[in-house]
């Protein structure tokens, strides 16, 4: 591989200033390192955290409701830490003119965020309203660093930036329903979150996708431009908003069963963009690795579908965990890893760990949702389902963190 | 042969194409569910009990036959309106006074509702499958007479002049010059000759006939059986979906892949 | 020996005269061009020449083996890929098909296609990509006589270079002959033994013009100074009505 090649990469459009701090050490270097460093350890420790808690060794009771609180979390918690590096890393590239997030900023940033699950797993000694504000002052943070996107004359991203604003409502009105000051589900006001984080994270893929899938053939030489179809991804964003909104006022209801249905079916439909015009680009393995994250949000919906239709809502919140565990924690994978090389100056490439990260990540995904198709090995699966969705991130400490703790190998700041 | 396999090589990428085709029917379907919810399930049954009948029916015997009566009415009619309205299309094509001659013709028939049709056809031809194929006939012939028609009409007179210039034997000229622009024409108008025929063949039988599809359908009226009903019309538009998008649909798309 | 004569060639479309007893004869190896204003007749000459109109008044007697046609706008046949468009003027010579593919693949190479363009249809080339074909359909099949219907007319001056080597290499090659027609006098110039101007109204021959020194020699410096030239001449001020300046 030439120099001259990669220089060409990402050097480019990366951002037209750096700030002129000194001494900023690797891991504060760019917005992705700090989180990557603390996200993955997270993922481990708070599923380890909640092996313990369910199984009754670790007593923390959560105001009474831990599955409530887990899906808090894992919906939550995790969210501003992907989000962060989404924006952090992706916004400057975006709009050029953007100054990037790094050092001590940065470091303030993420203390917030640590600060914010500490508050979290300490909740029955602190209290609920150190973590909504902890927890609300991070998202609202986030929303302040990407209002460009929002102010953008063209709109390009303009999505993104409103997603986000729901979500904070949505988080809001969560804490508010806790608190005793709204009358609404708490439960059902999480459904509601776990639909506007699918929401974004569609839009967050349709720009994730061409990025990485571009990249991947001018660095294979395959000489033809992919493009993810804007009607796709709004087909699917109003078919999942449709199943939200019903969702949260008829959970039940039939008709809800089949809008379920059209929602896997035009989450898949993402995918038919990968069949290019002249080339063949689903043998390229991450092109098959996003390809699974559409495919786990589909059969997700479309299973939730299929039980809301047959009225078994053992199945309905069993499957959910295609969309949670699967979809969302394969995206967040994902992100993760092409991050991880491109952005610390590498080429986008696939080994047998990346093969086993996103393997597991699917493996623990039918392991966790196809249980009420195997009641009678429902305990085993729960705990081999969470240890292989650990794996990965086991996976991703050993591979990556070395880049994330270096510099760039291309000589570039950040 | 080259040709088929790469419209079988083709075709998965084509049905996964199909999954926002399937999302908006789903969608569709849940607007159905709603007014099943609202109306009740005399007026309108819930599309799940729909399918249920549905899949009954498909396992009844008695219904398969009306169903391959029904077929044989339509693939004769339409096998019939193929053959003269192509080849009858054609030769109007080339001769400029056959096609002056034909259009009024053809406004003629295409301007006769297909009702007044079958009124004729029962009194010339009696209640049986003779009405129903000549009605069939008589609504889609034209449809692709005016398609060969205007195929020849529109040959290109400069590819004739170039074909020329390299002297072309004759069967060259006709397969390689004047076969594809016609046929872009006229396969178009088969597909929606089939759609037609397929639609007309149960208005026809639910008028002029005691079996086949559209007298299952008068049946199901006469005792207020709405999921029967919808079940024969959701196989009536499923069969039509399935010939149009899994049979013609690819095999189109590879045809005129020159074309878009 | 193999040469185009033509007679006392009238043309007439319904009442009206289009040309009017042209005589000229192209000879083995030449490259005859007819200039002229537009719609003074030219493309119902060199279709009479080629055979794609009949002949009512006069002569053409054609003696070459084999002859080709570039059009002006390209003419390829939209259902065909860029190969098999070429091959098929060697098909039509009732050629092999795997050996008109190969020889089609050979000379799109030469004409500057890409490999990657062999699969492509008409409607995804850019015009300079459809006239190259255009010319290495004329010219895979080896004529020894090749009509040109202003092929050049829409096309950069790269590429018309480019165009001119080729076509004077193959004279070289093959002794092939052309009659070709343009308004383009400098082109005329750069290419032709003679030039044959067409005057309209009806179409009539006024003078011809003869260049002696060889193509491969003609230069910038040769060819803008015998075009320099050439518009001084009383006849071509006339026919192409170069004095209407003056006249304002």
Redesign the interface.
């Given at each position: 591989m030439s120099n001259q090649k990669e220089e060409k990469l990402h050097a480019t459009n990366h951002y037209l200033y750096y700030p002129d701090e000194e001494d900023i050490p690797p891991y504060l270097a760019y917005g992705f390192r700090p989180i990557f460093l603390l996200l993955a350890p997270y993922f481990i420790l708070s599923m380890a955290l909640w092996g313990l808690v369910w199984s009754g060794y670790l007593s923390i009771p959560f105001i009474d409701n831990v599955l409530q609180w887990h899906i808090y979390e894992m919906l939550f918690g995790v969210l501003t830490a992907g989000v962060m590096a989404f924006l952090t890393t992706g916004l400057p590239e975006l709009f050029p003119g953007m100054v990037p997030l790094v050092g001590k900023r940065l470091k303030y940033i993420m203390i917030l965020w640590i600060a914010g699950r500490v508050s979290f797993w300490l909740i029955d000694i602190t209290g609920v309203y150190l973590t909504a504000i902890l927890n609300l002052t991070m998202l609202a943070w986030l929303i302040w660093f990407a209002k460009d996107v929002v102010l953008d004359k063209l709109q390009r991203h303009a999505s993104l930036g409103y997603t986000l604003v729901v979500i904070f409502a949505v988080e809001v009105w969560f804490f508010a329903s806790v608190l005793g000051w709204s009358e609404s589900n708490s439960m059902s006001i999480l459904r509601v979150a776990l639909g506007a984080i699918v929401v974004l994270i569609l839009l967050a893929m349709r720009r994730v996708n061409m990025e990485a899938v571009n990249e991947l053939m001018e660095d294979k030489e395959i000489d033809d431009i992919y493009i993810s179809h804007p009607p796709l991804t709004n087909l699917a964003i109003f078919a999942v908003t449709l199943y939200t909104i019903v969702g949260y006022f008829y959970p039940t209801n039939s008709a809800l069963g089949w809008i379920a249905l059209a929602s896997g079916a035009s989450i898949i439909a993402i995918t038919s963009d990968y069949n290019l015009k002249d080339k063949f680009i689903l043998n390229q393995p991450y092109v098959i690795y996003l390809f699974w994250i559409f495919m786990l949000f589909g059969l997700g919906y479309g299973l939730i579908g299929w039980s809301i239709l047959f009225n078994d809502a053992n199945g309905v919140s069993s499957f959910r965990h295609f969309i949670t565990a699967g979809g969302l924690g394969l995206a967040y994978l994902m992100v993760m890893i092409t991050i991880g090389w491109i952005h610390t100056g590498r080429h986008l490439t696939s080994n047998i760990y990346t093969h086993f990260m996103v393997f597991f990540i699917v493996l623990a995904t039918f392991m966790r949702g196809l249980i009420p198709f195997f009641e009678e090995y429902s305990t085993q699966l729960y705990l081999w389902s969470a240890i292989a969705w650990v794996l990965p991130f086991v996976l991703y400490i050993k591979v990556f963190f070395r880049f994330l703790l270096t510099p760039r190998i291309d000589g570039i700041k950040g | 042969m080259k040709f088929f396999l790469k419209i079988l090589k083709d075709f998965p990428?084509y049905l996964?194409?199909g999954?926002?085709a399937?999302?908006?029917i789903?969608?569709f379907?849940?607007?159905w569910?709603?007014g099943n919810?609202i109306y009740g399930n005399l007026v309108l049954p819930?599309?799940?009990e729909t399918f249920k009948t549905l899949y009954a029916m498909l396992h009844s015997k008695d219904i398969l036959e009306q169903i391959d009566i029904t077929l044989y009415r339509a693939s004769v009619g339409f096998g019939l309106s193929l053959l003269f309205g192509s080849v009858l299309g054609l030769i109007a094509g080339f001769f400029a006074t056959a096609s002056m001659m034909s259009r009024p013709i053809v406004t003629i028939l295409v301007g006769m509702p297909p009702i007044a049709w079958i009124v004729l056809a029962m009194i010339w031809f009696g209640m049986g499958d003779e009405t129903v194929i000549f009605t069939v006939v008589v609504a889609s012939f034209p449809i692709i007479f005016v398609g060969a028609l205007q195929g020849t009409r529109t040959l290109d007179g400069?590819?004739k002049?170039?074909?020329?210039?390299?002297?072309?034997?004759w069967h060259?000229k006709f397969i390689?010059?004047y076969f594809?622009?016609i046929f872009?024409y006229i396969f178009p108008a088969w597909v929606s000759g089939l759609g037609m025929a397929w639609k007309i063949v149960i208005m026809a039988e639910l008028l002029a006939t005691s079996d086949g599809m559209g007298a299952e359908l008068a049946i199901a009226r006469s005792q207020l059986d709405t999921p029967t009903a919808l079940a024969l019309v959701t196989i009536m538009i499923g069969s039509l979906m399935f010939i149009e998008y899994i049979i013609l649909e690819p095999i189109k798309r590879e045809v005129e892949?020159?074309?878009v | 020996m193999e040469s185009l004569e033509v007679k006392h060639l009238t043309h007439h479309f319904g009442f009206t005269e289009i040309l009017h007893n042209i005589n000229f004869t192209l000879k083995k190896g030449e490259v005859v061009s007819i200039v002229g204003p537009s719609g003074g007749g030219k493309t119902t000459l060199l279709h009479l020449c080629a055979g794609l109109l009949d002949v009512a008044e006069g002569e053409v007697n054609n003696s070459f083996k084999t002859t080709a046609f570039a059009f002006q706008e390209g003419r390829l046949l939209p259902w065909k890929n860029v190969i098999e468009n070429i091959a098929i003027a060697l098909l039509a010579r009732g050629e092999k098909k795997s050996v008109a593919i190969q020889k089609a693949q050979e000379i799109a190479l030469k004409f500057g296609l890409e490999e990657d363009d062999f699969e492509k249809f008409p409607k995804d080339l850019s015009g300079g990509m459809k006239q190259r074909v255009n010319f290495a359909r004329a010219l895979v099949v080896k004529p020894s006589l090749l009509f040109l219907d202003e092929p050049f007319s829409a096309l950069d001056i790269g590429l018309k270079r480019e165009l001119y080597t080729h076509l004077i290499e193959s004279c070289e090659e093959n002794d092939m002959s052309i009659l070709f027609i343009t308004h383009d006098l400098i082109e005329a110039i750069r290419l032709s033994d003679e030039i044959l101007l067409l005057e309209a109204d009806p179409g009539h021959i006024v003078k011809t013009f003869k260049y002696d020194s060889p193509k491969e020699k003609r230069d910038d410096a040769f060819v803008y100074k015998e075009s320099a030239k050439i518009v001084q001449d009383k006849e071509i001020i006339e026919t192409f009505k170069l004095n209407t300046l003056e006249l304002k």
């Open positions: - | 990428a996964w194409s999954w926002g399937v999302a908006s789903l969608l379907i849940a607007f569910d709603v919810q819930s599309p799940l400069e590819l002049e170039m074909a020329d210039s390299f002297a072309f034997p060259m390689d010059v594809p622009h872009s892949l020159w074309r | -």
